[in-house]
């Protein structure tokens, strides 16, 4: 159920009782936990928190804590399952779903005692109504078998014909109820796609209250451009959201104008800014950074000889020296730096980057801190998916949850310089890859495999660093490719997530395109995919959890709108057989300006067609080599 | 004394409040507190106005002596004199700090105040040092410093008293007592 108030409906509910908070691993959820933890902080409220990296966690934690807790608080994760059926809660147990994730499950929607959705309602959700999907269980045995004695045998006979036709005229309304709904069904669940961010969500509620602060705000801030540097959400919903969190940007800090009554430097300032799009400029060289963000590396084509010239002819247009250029943003010249967004931007339209520039914001406190939004995503996003582990599986997360803070800069700065490694060896790779053509574009999708060899491939066995690996290899491979059908592929991307146990990482990526809805269809794909080699293989019940297969086990986790499989390296094999063998076909969309929208028909068939057969042996043939 | 406890007693001071939730007198052993409403400005002790800011729960409303204008004077006034001037509260330094801290945003100009309380505490800290140095190389017996607040004796409390302990027991023995038998083998 919608709750329309979040502050009755919600927060003055929990503020009188211990509450569990359920967080997701993404830096959204972590924004969202830390506004919440704030105000938690401010009304005394007691809780507990506990981070989540997928469903296996989350209902090992539901089964933890599920007698000491009736009020569960999820963020970023639960919306788009049917939570009741998964987690099996006792009758007096109330959820508080503050999700991003779309389609919200109808069960949830439609639940009107348990949950309890923290949505805003204008985000296009689209849900069907509920008579579409659900119906009383009608009484079909109501037609009274009794023998009712006194009555003749026409009398009798005519009324058993009647119930009969009555009884066939209901089944097949039923059954044409029932096709519609599964079609309605499938339409509303084939895409996924991700809606407002959580922590603006719980930015809203702080303000309801009027207890927002310029650090929520940030957080919220920070929240929303997680999600533009994931590629989460269009670019037309990103701009509306800066448009709303400008106003309260402007609200908060408009006394910094004033030149009387100018607040001590080490508060806290939030300044909006129309800043370029280069991942951690400001920390970083300029010659770096260029070569290591996705938008420019793509599109001057950094992997090759020509991209590289390229990129000097770029510099030398905008007069910038080598030299400077190349040694860190702080310590380069004052002239240069002065009018450098505006020089870049001009140098860039030339080049083909109509867009290097963003709409953004920053803050500033104290006289050497001076951090853009984007700069903490990265550090933030880096720090929860450290690959060293120190200590127990959770300090990664708490970690990362302390560098939002402003107190704790020391992390943060760590934050940063994972970041650039992280960002360096996804250039690095992605590079490897397109020279290499280890890109295999083989019906209806490309596909890579990153094998166990390559260097950093550690870093990309956590979910959303692969993602953003698999993002900027398609985009520089779309740049790359001169064959026009693949330009509009998806991109299965797949690498080793755990040595000892065997088991192997995918991604999938919706197609590139110039005004995409964000919204990817790889999950029922996926699921479909998974459930048919279970099925041949395992013999089990697919479940959403680890189903141990000898020594080597697979488990499915749908994570952000990009799904996310891991699989025992024998079982790539059939995955990638049923993957192919669902039938895709593409339908023109006239509505949307001719955009060619990927429709996805799933009717398996029973063998391989024989015309694929060379293709798809081909295929085989290199993943084996793949995986060897 | 540590500075710490100085600042606890520190925070007993009273300073004004503009709260923003509603509650009654409350009733507590050092006295009486409240009522509160909301936009009225109330007076309380430095600890709860600290804790109440802490949860967003009201704006602080700095005391008449924290402007830049005044403290100024008081700087100037302070560098003048050789003797120590009155301080417009006996807990300036500990109030400045907390305030500064933890409120600077309802504080206007407040890095300004910052630098002219910590000029004026440098200069007080000068003329204390002199004084102390004066003190034992005359080998004075008594002396009286007016308009010192808790936190400056604190400061060379300690230390001065043991350093003149010490000084004595190596002047007693330097001089040849009566009582002082050498022993023999």
Redesign the interface.
């Given at each position: 159920m919608f709750v329309s108030d979040c502050r009755r409906e919600f927060y003055e509910l929990i503020v009188t009782q211990r509450v569990l908070l359920l967080v997701a691993s993404d830096v959204d959820a972590l924004c969202a936990c830390k506004i919440l933890q704030a105000l938690f902080?401010?009304?005394h409220v007691q809780y507990t928190l506990v981070p989540v990296a997928g469903w296996q966690e989350l209902e090992t934690a539901f089964l933890e804590h599920k007698d000491q807790f009736k009020y569960f608080v999820l963020i970023n994760c639960g919306a788009n399952v049917d939570l009741l059926e998964i987690l099996q809660p006792e009758e007096d147990t109330l959820f508080f779903v503050c999700d991003s994730h779309r389609p919200i499950n109808v069960v949830n929607v439609y639940n009107d005692t348990q949950v309890k959705l923290l949505v805003k309602q204008d985000d296009d959700l689209d849900v069907p109504a509920y008579d579409d999907i659900f119906r009383d269980e009608e009484d079909e045995e109501e037609e009274s078998e009794d023998e009712s004695d006194g009555s003749e045998p026409s009398e009798k006979r005519r009324r058993f014909e009647e119930e009969v036709i009555e009884r066939t005229m209901k089944r097949r309304e039923r059954r044409e109820w029932e096709a519609r709904r599964r079609e309605i069904l499938f339409d509303y669940e084939q895409y996924e796609y991700h809606g407002t961010s959580s922590a603006m969500v719980m930015f809203d509620l702080a303000w309801i209250m009027?207890?927002d602060?310029n650090d929520m705000l940030w957080w919220a801030i920070v929240g929303l451009t997680d999600q533009w540097v994931q590629d989460k959400i269009t670019q037309m919903k990103y701009v509306t959201d800066i448009g709303i969190l400008q106003r309260h940007v402007s609200r908060h800090n408009h006394r910094n104008e004033d030149e009387?009554?100018?607040?001590?430097?080490?508060?806290m300032r939030i300044a909006f800014e129309y800043d370029l799009r280069l991942a951690l400029y400001q920390h970083w060289s300029l010659y770096e950074s260029l070569c290591n963000t996705s938008y420019t590396s793509a599109s001057l084509k950094l992997w090759s000889v020509q991209g590289q010239k390229r990129l000097q002819e770029f510099l030398a247009d905008m007069g910038l020296p080598l030299k400077q250029v190349k040694q860190k943003f702080n310590s380069m010249d004052m002239s240069l730096k002065e009018n450098l967004r505006e020089m870049i931007e001009e140098s860039a339209n030339k080049f083909g980057m109509k867009d290097l520039r963003v709409q953004t914001f920053s803050i500033h406190f104290g006289f050497k801190n001076k951090f853009s939004a984007s700069d903490i995503v990265y550090a933030t996003t880096s720090l929860m998916e450290n690959i060293e582990k120190e200590g127990p599986e959770t300090t990664n997360f708490i970690k990362a949850l302390d560098s939002l803070s402003r107190g704790n800069l020391d992390k943060l700065h760590q934050g940063l310089d994972l970041a650039k490694k992280q960002l360096r060896a996804i250039q690095q790779t992605v590079a490897s890859c397109i020279c290499t053509n280890l890109v295999i574009s083989q019906g209806p999708f490309l596909y890579c495999s990153l094998m166990e060899g390559t260097p950093d491939v550690k870093l990309f066995s956590k979910p959303v660093s692969l993602c953003l690996l698999s993002k900027y290899l398609l985009k520089s491979f779309v740049c790359s490719t001169k064959n026009k059908r693949c330009k509009l592929l998806p991109l299965v991307m797949a690498a080793p997530m755990d040595v000892e146990q065997g088991t192997v990482i995918m991604v999938g990526i919706p197609p590139e395109t110039e005004s995409s809805d964000k919204k990817n269809f790889f999950g029922r794909a996926f699921e479909k995919a998974a459930e048919s080699t279970n099925s041949r293989t395992l013999h089990n019940h697919f479940e959403m959890s680890m189903v141990p297969f000898g020594s080597l086990s697979w488990k499915l986790r749908m994570g952000p709108s990009e799904i996310i499989l891991a699989l025992p390296k024998f079982m790539v094999l059939q995955f990638w057989c049923i993957l192919d063998s669902l039938n895709w076909s593409r339908q023109e969309n006239q509505e949307k300006m001719g955009q060619p929208k990927n429709n996805l028909r799933v009717q398996e068939h029973n063998g391989i067609q024989v015309a694929d057969k060379v293709l798809k042996l081909a295929l085989y043939v290199n993943i084996l080599k793949c995986q060897q | 004394m540590e500075p710490a406890e100085v600042e606890f007693l520190a925070e007993k001071e009273l300073v004004t409040i503009v709260p923003n939730f509603s509650l009654d007198r409350i009733h507590l052993i050092g006295g009486d507190l409240g009522p509160f409403n909301p936009g009225l400005p109330v007076e309380v002790p430095v600890w709860l106005a600290i804790n109440l800011k802490q949860r967003q729960k009201c704006r602080l409303i700095p005391p008449e002596w924290m402007d830049v204008g005044k403290l100024e004077e008081i700087r100037d006034q302070e560098r003048k004199e050789d003797t120590f001037t009155p301080m417009p509260s006996p807990y300036y330094m500990e109030l400045t700090k907390l305030l500064l801290n933890y409120a600077s945003d309802n504080i206007p100009r407040a890095d300004e105040i910052r630098t002219l309380v910590k000029d004026t505490w440098d200069t007080r800290m000068a003329k204390l040092r002199l004084s102390a140095d004066s003190f034992v190389r005359q080998q004075e017996v008594h002396a009286k410093l007016d308009n010192l607040t808790l936190m400056e004796i604190n400061t060379t409390g300690t230390f001065l008293t043991q350093a003149l302990d010490h000084m004595y027991k190596l002047r007693t023995n330097l001089q040849p007592g009566e009582s002082s038998h050498s022993q023999d083998f």
């Open positions: 902080q401010c009304d009027s207890k602060l009387e009554n100018s607040l001590s430097i080490d508060c | -």
